[in-house]
């Protein structure tokens, strides 16, 4: 079911997501990120540690992204800047990253610095996905990690993404999502979709659907324990918190972690 929401709910809410991270998240994610700068979650095939699974699930984007050197990304909800780097050193794209917390634009922006980008470019800007500051046509593709799931107007943002994309662009999405009903506020922040919402939501703004897939038995349990060994009790409370309310809701089979690749409709 489509629902609209007004400009300013809008604002408001990214704009509490942007304080978040700001503020009282800023230091987990440092922790949580690693030396990678990448503030997710892994994706995990054996052993290995959380920054190699966190590089693989960044990866696994451009497995779904068919794209040369040159090509122009946007990273919707960039973070720190770590995945954006990877992808522009490891491909030679070029790519937007926008975020809506000041705080980890400059971040990104260091992490271009620090990390380096080989031959690739990275560019970030303090913006919102509901209100993206691009003309349209503006990319070849774009790419969401973990982002998605703090948008208020799933609806709106696709929209956005396809008037910013040129024809055939790709998109590809790592979410959260919602295996069974959840409260609408059992994750502060969040609005996790169900699986199959999700898909309605790209096919209803013009996308066809590539790929979806819910891969969070390879992904949750073993990000959620690594998170938690890297996690001060004191200090982390409220991160160590949410970190236990995901494991349990998975442990009910309440949550999922999604993966799909879209292409816009002509
Ligand atoms: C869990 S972090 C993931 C960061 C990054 N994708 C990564 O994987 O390292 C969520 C990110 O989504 C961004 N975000 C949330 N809502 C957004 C919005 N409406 N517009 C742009 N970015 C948004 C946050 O600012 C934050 O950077």
Redesign the pocket.
Known sequence: MKITFDART?RD??GA??RH?DGPFAEA?RLL?GRR????MGLFTGAENLEAA?AA??EEVARRLPFGAGTELL?????????ACQLARDHGWSITG????TH?ADEARYAVSDLGTGLGRVTVQH????FMPFTTSAFDGAY?????????DKER?LAECRRVLRPGGRVVI?DLIARADLPADAFPLANLFGFQDYRDVCDRNGFEILLAQDRGEEIIPLSLSAFARLLDSEKHRATLHCCHQLARAFGAGHLGYALFQLEKRP
């Open positions: 809008l809410s990214s997501v942007g991270y994610c990120g700068r990448q503030y997710h966190q699930l960044t990273d919707i909800g960039c973070g720190v800047g770590g995945p926008i975020t809506v917390s980890q913006a919102d996905a509901h969401a990690i973990e982002s998605l799931l703090h948008c208020t943002v790592w």
